[in-house]
C-alpha cells in the first residue's frame, strides 16, 4: 500500500468519525461509539476496496454493502458525505421525520437495499445477493457485509454462514467488528478474536484476524478476500468502541448514548481533531452494465385439471409454480427441506438451475429470499406455515425493507392430521396480515391455487400464499380469475338466511354445509374468501345487507388475526353481526375429519351454528 | 461393559426398531426410518445410563430427556414400553384422536416435559434445564438431548450451543443422531461427522464421535460425558436411517413413510427378528425427592408513585419485576442483552443469582424460558417486542407446550420515536394473541405496570406484557387492582357520544383528545382496554350500549390482529359500529409525538375521527 493511500484513508476513517459524533450530537440520540469502532474498516470498504460508481446507484455491477449493524448508520451516512453521494449538511438531519437519514437504514434511501436494524440478518441477505452473482446472473460483483460481534450471538447468522460455504460463495466477505461489548454488557467472547477465527473456519470459511484500527492490515485483508476462490471470507477485526475519543474509547456505559453538547462534545472533537478536506479517492468503477435484454416473461400456462377431481391446493401450488418457471427467468425456488412436502420439488425438477436448497434454516431461508429480491429476481420461499414462524423477524423485516417477496405456507390447520401440533400453521395468516403493504391469499382448490401463484408474480410487494395438505375437489373451472382483492360468491338465492365466509379446506365444509342446511330448510350464501388480504370489502357489505346483516366467518386457523379479523375489521363500522368460527383450544393429532369436529370448523359445526342463529 | 449388558442393550434397541414400524403401520403415518437410526442410543439412555425412576414421573431429580427430533416420538413411546411405563398395545394406538400418543410428543404425556417436533428447539429447553439444574436448585440431574443431524442447521441450536459452553454446562449433554438425510434429500454434511465435532468443539463443548450402532462405544461416550467437569458434551454418532431393514437402511424415499401393511411389513420384520422377551434393566434410581419446604411467597410490594408523575412503563416492569423477585423466590429473569433498556436491570440489581444474560440469541432466551418453567421456575423473558418475533417459532411451541412462561416485550409502537421501525413492536400483539390459552395485558401507566407483573406471577399459563418507552403520566392511585381480564372506565357520563378505547401510549392521546372533544361538546367515555386477552366483552357491550353503540378503537400497533381486532372480535355477534385507528403504514424514524400523528394515532386524529362519526 502506497502511503499515501494508507494516510488518505485513514484521514477518511477520521473524518467518518466526526461526522458520525456531530450528526448524533445533533439528532440527540444514535450509536455513536458503535460507529467509532468500524470508521477504519468502513474507509477502507467505500474509498478503495469496493468497486462502485457512486454516480450510480443503480449499476447492477456494483459492489454491495449490507451494514448488518444498523445501529451504525450515521457511519453509513458519514461514507456517502466523504463520497459525495451526499453533503455533509444532510448528516445534521440524521433521524428527523423530514429526512430519509433514518436512525437505522431503509430503503428509502438509494443506496440502502435492505433495512438492518434488527442485528443479525444481514448476512443472509448477503447470502441472497452472493448466490444472485455467482449462480443466477454470473456477474461478478463482491457482497460486503458488516457485522457486530455481539450479533453473531444469533443464530440466523450460522445458518448464513452454514449455507455460504456449502454454495461456496467466494464472492461473499463478511467483516465482524469486535469491539468487545454489546449493548448491555461485555459480549460473550470479548476480545477474544481467536474464537471467532476458530468457530467461522469450522464451518468452512476462511478467516483473517486483523488489527481494526490497523489501515494496512485491514486493506490487507480485504485484497486477500477478494482472491479466495471457492469459499466466502470473514475478517476479524479486533476493534474498540469509540476509539478515538478519550472518554469513549472502550468504555461501558456509551452504548446508544450521544454525545451531549457542549463540553463533551468540544473535548470529542478536539480529540479528533478537524475534518480533513475532502481528499480524492479512487475506487475501481465496476463495468457499465451490459444493454440486458429484457427477461422473456410469457403467458403462464393454465390449470388443466376436472371438476370435482380432488388434489390438494399444496400441489397445485407445486405445478402453478414449475408453469410459472417455465414462463418466467425471473423466478427463483427456496425452501426449507420440505420440497417433497410443498411441492416446490415440482419446480425444482423443471428449473433446477434456479431452485435452492436451504436446509432446516428458516431464517436464512428467508434472508436469502429479500437478497434475491433485491437483484430483481422474484423469489418464492416455501416451508410449512408453521415454520415461517422461525422466520417471523426476518418477515417482520422485509416488509420494512419493501422487499418483493413471495411467501408459501403449506399444512396450514388442524386439516393436517396425525402429525399434530407442532406442524400445525393456525398463526400464519395473524402473522402475514399484521404486515404494511402485504396481501395474503388463501385458495380453496387447485386451479385458484395455480391462478394465484401466477398473480403473486406479478403484484410488487411481499404476498403470502396458503396450502393445505388433505386433497379436496376442484370446484372452479380452468380459466376462472383470481384477482387479488376478490372474492367469489358460491352459492345464492333471494331468501339467503345468512352468508358464510370460508376458505381453503373450510370453505368446502361450508359448501357440504350449505346441503345439509337446505335440506333442512335454510338458505345460505356461500363465500369464497380466498383473498384474505385485502379483503372484498364491497361484496361483504352486500352479502350482509342481502342476509340479514348477518355474516358467519370459518377458518382452519387460530381465531385470533385471521380470516374471522379480516371480515369483522372490513365490516366493522357498518354495525354488522359477525360470528366466527375458528380453531378452539390446543389441537392434538387425529384423522383430519375428526380434528375438523373436536376444533369447531367442520360442516356440522357450521350447521349447527346456523341453526343456532338463524 | 459386561456382554450380559451390552447384550440386553441391543436387544432392547431391536426392541425399539419393531415397535416403531408396528406402530406406525398400523397408525398409517409417522417416521419409523427416523426412528430406527436412534435405537441403539435410546436404548442406552433409557435402560442404562440415564438416571430416572420408571414408577415417579414428577421425582425432581430425574435425568431429564428431550426428544429434540420430535419426529422420532414412536421411537421415544416404545421405550416407555420397553421400560414398562406403558404398554405395547398402548402402541398400537399412536396418533389416534382419543390416544394421547401424538404424533409428536406434547406434555399430555407425563414423561413429555415440552412439546417438540420443530426442529432446532430441544436444545435450547435443555439449557433451561441444565440451568436450572446447575445454577438454581443446585441438583445433580442431567439433561439429554437427542438432536438430528438435519436439524443442526437451524441457528437456534447455535445459540443454544454457545451459551451452554458460556454457562459451563457440564450436566447438559447432546446427541446428534447423523445419519446423513434430512427429509427431502441429503444434510448439507451427509456423513462428516467430523465437520459436526469440529464445530462443536469451536463453540467450546468436548465431542465424542461414536459409531451409533456400537453399543460399547455409545456406552463410553455416555459414560465419558458424565465426567466432563467444565463444559457441555455432544456425542457425534453415525448411524442410518432405516437401520436393520434391507429395503430401507441407508435407502432414500422413505422419510416420514409407515412401512406399508402386507408383504413390505412382513419382510421387515423378518429382518428384525422378533421381539426379545422383556429383560430386566437396572437404572440407577436417582435420590429420592427431599423434602422440599414450600417456597417463601410473600406479598409483592405495592407501587408508590404519585397521580401526574411521569415514567415510562418500561420502567414499572423493571421495578415490579425487581419486587416481585424480593417476594417470590421462584422468579427468574432472562434478558437478550438489552437489560438496560428493558430495565429487567433492576431485577438483576437485586437478584443476579437469578438473572441470566442470553446476549443477542432470542430463540434461545426464549427456549431456555421454557425449560426454566418445566422446571418449576416461574422465567419473565424480556427483550424488544419486535424481536419477540426472531423467536416466534419458539413462542409457538411455548403454547403448545402449556409452558408457565411470561413474555415482556418493550419499545412497542411508534412512540419510541428516532431509532425508527427496525426497532418498533407494532404486531406483538396480534402475535401473542395467537396463542391459544395466553392472556395479553398492556399497561397505561407504572402503577398498572408493577401490578400486572404480580397479576402474571400467579397466572398459571403464558402471558404477555406490552411495555413502552416513553414517559407516560400517573394515572392511576397505588392501591388500584387490575385484574386479567379487566378494564378501567376513566372518563363517563350519562350523555356519551362515543367510547374510545385505547390502551399504553394511546390511552394518554384518547385523555387528550375527550379533554378536547369537552371543549367542543362532545362527551365521550374513555376506557382503558389494558386487558387486551382476555378482554373485558362485558364493559364494552354496556359502553356500547350507552355510546350510540359506537365504539373507536385506538393503538400503536398495526391494525391486524390487534386491540382493535380484540374489541371487534368481543362485541362482533351484536352488530355494534366499531372504527379502529391503528398504525398505517411502514413508519419511519421521528419524535413520538410527530409520529403518533403522521400514522394516525395521536389526540388530534381521534378528534378528528370522533367528529366525522358523531
Redesign the interface.
Known amino acids: 500500500m502506497t502511503e499515501n493511500l494508507t494516510t488518505v484513508l485513514k484521514q477518511k476513517a477520521n473524518n467518518l468519525r466526526v461526522h458520525s459524533i456531530i450528526s448524533t450530537s445533533e439528532?440527540?440520540?444514535?450509536h455513536p461509539t458503535t460507529c467509532m469502532s468500524a470508521a477504519e474498516i468502513v474507509s477502507a470498504l467505500f474509498f478503495h476496496a469496493m468497486r462502485y460508481d457512486p454516480q450510480d446507484s443503480h449499476n447492477p455491477n456494483n459492489d454491495r454493502f449490507i451494514l448488518s449493524k444498523?445501529h451504525a448508520a450515521p457511519l453509513l451516512y458519514a461514507a456517502w458525505a466523504e463520497a459525495g453521494i451526499i453533503s455533509a449538511e444532510d448528516l445534521l438531519t440524521l433521524?428527523?421525520?423530514?429526512?430519509d437519514l433514518?436512525?437505522?437504514p431503509?430503503p428509502?434511501l438509494e443506496w440502502v437495499d435492505v433495512?438492518?436494524?434488527?442485528?443479525?440478518q444481514g448476512l443472509s441477505i448477503g447470502v441472497g445477493m452472493a448466490i444472485n452473482a455467482k449462480y443466477l446472473d454470473k456477474s461478478d460483483f463482491r457482497v460486503y457485509v458488516l457485522m457486530g460481534d455481539?450479533?453473531t450471538?444469533?443464530?440466523?447468522?450460522?445458518?448464513a454462514v452454514?449455507?455460504a460455504a456449502?454454495y461456496g460463495l467466494n464472492n461473499l466477505i463478511g467483516i465482524v467488528d469486535v469491539n468487545g461489548f454489546?449493548?448491555?454488557?461485555q459480549?460473550?467472547y470479548g476480545f477474544d478474536t481467536d474464537?471467532y477465527c476458530?468457530?467461522f473456519?469450522?464451518?468452512g470459511w476462511k478467516t483473517i484476524g486483523v488489527d481494526g484500527h490497523n489501515m494496512d492490515e485491514i486493506l490487507g485483508a480485504l485484497n486477500g478476500a477478494k482472491t479466495t476462490a471457492d469459499r466466502p471470507t470473514m475478517i476479524v477485526a479486533k476493534t474498540f468502541k469509540g476509539r478515538g475519543v478519550s472518554f469513549l474509547e472502550n468504555k461501558q456505559g456509551w452504548h446508544g448514548k450521544p454525545i451531549p453538547k457542549g463540553e463533551q462534545l468540544d473535548t470529542a472533537l478536539k480529540d479528533l481533531g478537524p475534518i480533513s478536506p475532502n481528499s480524492s479517492f479512487q475506487t475501481e468503477k465496476p463495468p457499465a452494465p451490459s444493454p440486458v435484454a429484457e427477461p422473456r416473461i410469457s403467458a403462464v400456462g393454465p390449470p388443466e385439471y376436472q371438476i370435482g377431481e380432488e388434489e390438494a391446493t399444496r400441489n397445485g401450488y407445486g405445478s402453478g409454480l414449475a408453469k410459472l418457471g417455465d414462463a418466467n427467468p425471473l423466478v427463483i425456488a427456496l425452501?426449507g427441506?420440505?420440497?417433497?412436502?410443498t411441492y416446490t420439488?415440482q419446480f425444482m425438477e423443471k428449473h433446477d438451475d434456479r431452485y435452492f436448497?436451504m436446509?432446516?434454516?428458516?431464517?436464512?431461508l428467508v434472508g436469502t429470499g429479500i437478497g434475491l429480491s433485491k437483484c430483481g429476481k422474484i423469489p418464492f420461499v416455501s416451508t410449512f406455515a408453521?415454520?415461517l414462524?422461525?422466520?417471523?423477524?426476518h418477515?417482520?423485516?422485509s416488509?420494512?425493507s419493501?422487499a418483493n417477496i413471495k411467501y408459501v405456507g403449506s399444512h396450514c390447520g388442524v386439516s393436517i392430521?396425525?402429525?399434530?401440533?407442532?406442524?400445525m400453521g393456525?398463526?400464519d395468516l395473524?402473522?402475514f396480515?399484521?404486515?404494511?403493504?402485504s396481501v395474503v391469499l388463501y385458495p380453496s382448490d387447485v386451479v385458484a391455487a395455480e391462478r394465484l401463484v401466477a398473480e403473486v408474480a406479478v403484484y410488487e410487494g411481499i404476498a403470502y400464499i396458503r396450502t393445505s395438505r388433505p386433497k379436496t375437489p376442484v370446484i372452479y373451472a380452468n380459466d376462472e380469475q383470481f384477482p387479488i382483492g376478490g372474492s367469489k360468491i358460491l352459492r345464492f338465492s333471494d331468501s339467503d338466511q345468512a352468508t358464510i365466509i370460508a376458505a381453503g379446506v373450510t370453505l368446502h365444509e361450508a359448501l357440504k354445509a350449505y346441503g345439509q342446511l337446505k335440506v333442512d330448510g335454510i338458505s345460505t350464501r356461500i363465500i369464497d374468501l380466498y383473498s384474505v388480504?385485502p379483503v372484498d370489502t364491497k361484496t361483504l357489505l352486500n352479502a350482509a345487507a342481502a342476509t340479514n346483516?348477518t355474516l358467519i366467518t370459518v377458518e382452519d386457523h387460530?381465531?385470533?388475526?385471521?380470516l374471522?379479523?379480516?371480515v369483522?375489521?372490513a365490516v366493522?363500522?357498518?354495525?354488522?353481526?359477525?360470528?366466527?368460527l375458528a380453531v378452539n383450544?390446543?389441537p392434538?393429532?387425529?384423522?383430519a375429519d375428526?380434528?375438523l369436529e373436536?376444533h369447531g370448523i367442520s360442516a356440522a359445526c357450521i350447521v349447527r351454528k346456523v341453526k343456532e342463529i338463524c
Open positions: 439528532a440527540g440520540s444514535g444498523g433521524r428527523r421525520i423530514d429526512s433514518e436512525g437505522h431503509t428509502r433495512a438492518t436494524g434488527s442485528l443479525g455481539g450479533e450471538a444469533a443464530g440466523g447468522v450460522w445458518e452454514a449455507l456449502h454489546g449493548q448491555s454488557q459480549s460473550m474464537s476458530r468457530r473456519e469450522a464451518f425452501d427441506d420440505v420440497k417433497n412436502s420439488e436448497e436446509f432446516i434454516a428458516e431464517q436464512n408453521a415454520f414462524t422461525r422466520a417471523g423477524d418477515v417482520r423485516m416488509a420494512i419493501q392430521g396425525e402429525d399434530g401440533p407442532s406442524q393456525l398463526e395473524a402473522m396480515r399484521a404486515l404494511p403493504g388480504k346483516n387460530y381465531p385470533e388475526g385471521g374471522g379479523e379480516a369483522l375489521s366493522a363500522s357498518e354495525g354488522i353481526e359477525v360470528h366466527k383450544g390446543i392434538r393429532s387425529g384423522k375428526e380434528l373436536a
